[in-house]
């Protein structure tokens, strides 16, 4: 069974930094791809970072490279997207999503969705 549990989410001021964690079942991270995604009131959910579970390619949206991380720990089963140098403009809910993907930044190609986490940054 596919399951992804996101927390870490929370209010910041601009230029802070948060941690986004995502608890996958072996199932997830079976999948071809795990990554996060962010979805701001009134606005099409965006890729923010994701990766092939095979190895390769890691994708970062260009709104975040160099100041987001996204890793795993797969001896905790965990995905990591560490977020730094926050802006206003990255006020969303975060998901993290699985799936047989192909390209890493599009959400229709993922199959499974965690339940979000909010992330407020205040100016």
């Known amino acids: 069974q596919v399951q992804l549990v996101e927390s870490g989410g929370g209010s910041v001021q601009a230029g802070g930094s948060l941690r986004l964690s995502c608890a996958a079942s072996k199932d997830a991270r079976s999948r071809n791809c795990l990554g996060w995604f962010r979805q701001a009131p009134g606005k099409e959910r965006e890729g923010v970072a994701a990766?092939?579970?095979?190895?390769?390619?890691?994708y970062y949206a260009d709104s975040v490279k160099g100041r987001f991380t996204i890793s795993q720990d797969s001896a905790k089963n965990t995905v990591y997207l560490q977020m730094n140098s926050l802006k206003p403009e990255d006020t969303a809910m975060y998901f993290c999503?699985?799936?047989?993907?192909?390209?890493?930044?599009?959400?229709?190609?993922?199959?499974?969705w965690g339940q979000g986490t909010q992330v407020t940054v205040s100016s």
């Open positions: 990766f092939y579970t095979g190895g390769g390619v890691t």
């Open positions: 999503a699985a799936g047989a993907c192909v390209a890493l930044d599009q959400p229709d190609e993922y199959g499974h």
